[in-house]
């Protein structure tokens, strides 16, 4: 139900005149474009992009409102519209019955019970990931945001899948392939042929027709092995088969599954990095960590049961997320006219909520620039609004896969600090590159060091 009023206001913002300059903005620096409105408008912008007209909400209400309140209202916006070429219609980017067909068959995966089942399987894989980058140990930096794609996805495999991914050559990088597509895409508003030759377009179909391979070959080999299994993979073969049409049923299993192999390992992956990028600067910080991971684990693989235990492992890993959301824009189009704190959306607006902006709210994150994995104790945590901090989204598109995803990181960050010493190479910035998730451009370069 829109709660639209005659006297609602209207953003502040830049004149249409501005228009161009906006668009030119925001494909160069997205980040800029976002952080600036805040800045110079407060919790409310109107901003001319090119044709379009965005509508930036910068307060834990507004999201709450947009994301909660008034959900069913605000269907999957910029950027995610414009990925559906690039991703098609999986859990990521379809809406209405669809979505919540698919959320059905997908949930029952996540369960709590199911989460404490995959804990030995993500402690084993950390394990293996944490062997192999001491035998990289030396002078020569390596790229830990590649070699965190790479376990992110095995863990992936281990856990949701029930199926080894480490047969299939170059999988992130065709998923690299798939984001630069998804974002020129949002730059261009759909408007050039995906037939045009463009050096960009030839990447996103060769790697459009590699995870198709991909997911065909997982399909294969499952298909007839359905029986008894509760896994992702054959959840989907199921649901699948009970199409109609079964070309329908076969391109949505494509979808699901591409989808989910993207969502269920680049958030974390990117998440490990800018933590990891910010325990490097920080050495009290890794000093607590190692303390506390030698203490909860001694020798050991984590087991479910140290999730609780690795309290400021959590608290790091929040805090990095609060700098670097994985998920830093939640972009959104009104159905029908709403209004959002005291100011009037038009229907088909383009409504965005700024996870990377909100974590920057200076009246809800004192010092917002500063690391400072101390907010998240829960004694600071308890009067801060709750939609101050979304990492992993609101309301009923709240990420199905967050709670494995945090278990996967604390474990993973923890067995990290208590074996290795891991700093950036000499030089190195670690620039943010807001793609479907806040990447890190160029990777983490990083030199590594056992510390027994």
């Given at each position: 139900?829109t709660?639209?009023?005659?006297?609602?206001?209207?953003?502040?913002?830049?004149?249409?005149?501005?228009?161009?300059?906006?668009?030119?903005?925001?494909?160069?620096?997205?980040?800029?474009?976002?952080?600036?409105?805040?800045?110079?408008?407060?919790?409310?912008?109107?901003?001319p992009?090119?044709?379009?007209?965005?509508?930036?909400?910068?307060?834990?209400?507004?999201?709450?409102?947009v994301?909660?309140?008034?959900?069913?209202?605000?269907?999957?916006?910029?950027?995610?519209?414009?990925?559906?070429?690039?991703?098609?219609?999986?859990?990521?980017?379809?809406?209405?019955?669809?979505?919540?067909?698919?959320?059905?068959?997908?949930?029952?995966v996540?369960?709590?019970?199911?989460?404490?089942?995959?804990?030995?399987?993500?402690a084993?894989?950390?394990?293996?990931?944490?062997?192999?980058?001491?035998?990289?140990?030396?002078?020569?930096?390596?790229?830990?945001?590649?070699?965190?794609?790479?376990?992110?996805?095995?863990?992936?495999?281990?856990?949701?899948?029930?199926?080894?991914?480490d047969?299939?050559?170059?999988?992130?990088?065709?998923?690299?392939?798939?984001?630069?597509?998804?974002?020129?895409?949002?730059?261009?508003l759909?408007?050039?042929?995906?037939?045009?030759?463009?050096?960009?377009?030839?990447?996103?179909?060769?790697?459009?027709?590699?995870?198709?391979?991909?997911?065909?070959?997982?399909?294969?080999?499952?298909?007839?092995?359905?029986?008894?299994?509760?896994?992702?993979?054959?959840?989907?073969?199921?649901?699948?088969?009970?199409?109609s049409?079964?070309?329908?049923?076969?391109?949505?299993?494509?979808?699901?599954?591409?989808?989910?192999?993207?969502?269920?390992?680049?958030?974390?992956?990117?998440?490990?990095?800018?933590?990891?990028?910010?325990?490097?600067?920080?050495?009290?910080?890794?000093?607590?960590?190692?303390?506390?991971?030698?203490?909860?684990?001694?020798?050991?693989?984590?087991?479910?049961?140290?999730?609780?235990?690795?309290?400021?492992?959590?608290?790091?890993?929040?805090?990095?997320?609060?700098?670097?959301?994985?998920?830093?824009?939640?972009?959104?189009?009104?159905?029908?006219?709403?209004?959002?704190?005291?100011?009037r959306?038009?229907?088909?607006?383009?409504?965005?909520?700024?996870?990377?902006?909100?974590?920057?709210?200076?009246?809800?994150?004192?010092?917002?620039?500063?690391?400072?994995?101390?907010?998240?104790?829960?004694?600071?945590?308890?009067?801060?609004?709750?939609?101050?901090?979304?990492?992993?989204?609101?309301?009923?598109?709240?990420?199905?896969?967050?709670?494995?995803?945090?278990?996967?990181?604390?474990?993973?960050?923890?067995?990290?600090?208590?074996?290795?010493?891991?700093?950036?190479?000499?030089?190195?910035?670690?620039?943010?590159?807001?793609?479907?998730?806040?990447?890190?451009?160029?990777?983490?370069?990083m030199?590594?060091?056992?510390?027994?």
């Amino acid at each position: 139900m829109t709660t639209t009023k005659r006297y609602a206001r209207t953003p502040p913002g830049p004149s249409r005149a501005s228009a161009l300059r906006l668009l030119a903005v925001m494909t160069r620096d997205r980040l800029h474009m976002m952080t600036s409105a805040a800045e110079r408008y407060g919790d409310a912008a109107r901003l001319p992009v090119g044709p379009k007209t965005l509508y930036l909400f910068n307060h834990p209400e507004h999201a709450k409102h947009v994301l909660a309140d008034n959900s069913g209202n605000y269907h999957k916006g910029i950027g995610l519209v414009h990925a559906r070429r690039a991703l098609g219609d999986g859990l990521l980017t379809s809406e209405g019955e669809l979505w919540r067909k698919q959320r059905k068959v997908i949930q029952p995966v996540f369960q709590s019970r199911r989460l404490a089942r995959h804990a030995d399987a993500v402690a084993e894989q950390g394990g293996k990931f944490v062997s192999r980058l001491r035998a990289r140990a030396g002078d020569e930096p390596v790229d830990v945001v590649e070699e965190l794609t790479g376990l992110t996805l095995g863990v992936l495999g281990r856990t949701l899948l029930d199926a080894d991914l480490d047969g299939f050559d170059n999988i992130g990088g065709s998923f690299a392939a798939v984001q630069d597509q998804a974002l020129f895409e949002l730059e261009s508003l759909s408007a050039v042929p995906m037939w045009v030759p463009l050096p960009r377009q030839m990447r996103f179909r060769r790697a459009r027709r590699h995870l198709q391979e991909v997911v065909d070959q997982l399909v294969a080999a499952r298909a007839a092995d359905v029986a008894g299994r509760d896994d992702a993979l054959s959840r989907l073969i199921i649901s699948a088969g009970e199409e109609s049409d079964p070309r329908v049923g076969r391109q949505r299993l494509r979808d699901e599954l591409v989808t989910l192999l993207l969502a269920g390992h680049e958030t974390t992956a990117s998440t490990l990095g800018w933590a990891l990028h910010l325990v490097d600067d920080h050495p009290q910080v890794r000093e607590r960590l190692h303390a506390e991971a030698v203490e909860v684990l001694g020798d050991r693989l984590p087991v479910y049961e140290d999730l609780h235990r690795l309290q400021y492992t959590t608290m790091v890993l929040m805090e990095s997320m609060r700098l670097y959301p994985p998920v830093w824009l939640l972009p959104r189009i009104a159905q029908q006219e709403d209004e959002v704190g005291g100011y009037r959306v038009p229907a088909r607006a383009d409504v965005l909520i700024c996870p990377y902006t909100l974590h920057r709210h200076p009246a809800f994150w004192p010092d917002p620039e500063r690391f400072d994995p101390e907010r998240f104790d829960k004694n600071e945590m308890r009067d801060r609004p709750t939609y101050a901090y979304l990492p992993f989204g609101a309301g009923p598109r709240f990420c199905v896969g967050s709670n494995l995803g945090m278990m996967e990181a604390v474990f993973v960050l923890a067995l990290l600090v208590r074996d290795l010493r891991l700093s950036k190479a000499p030089g190195h910035r670690a620039i943010p590159e807001p793609m479907l998730s806040l990447r890190m451009r160029g990777g983490l370069p990083m030199l590594i060091r056992p510390l027994s």
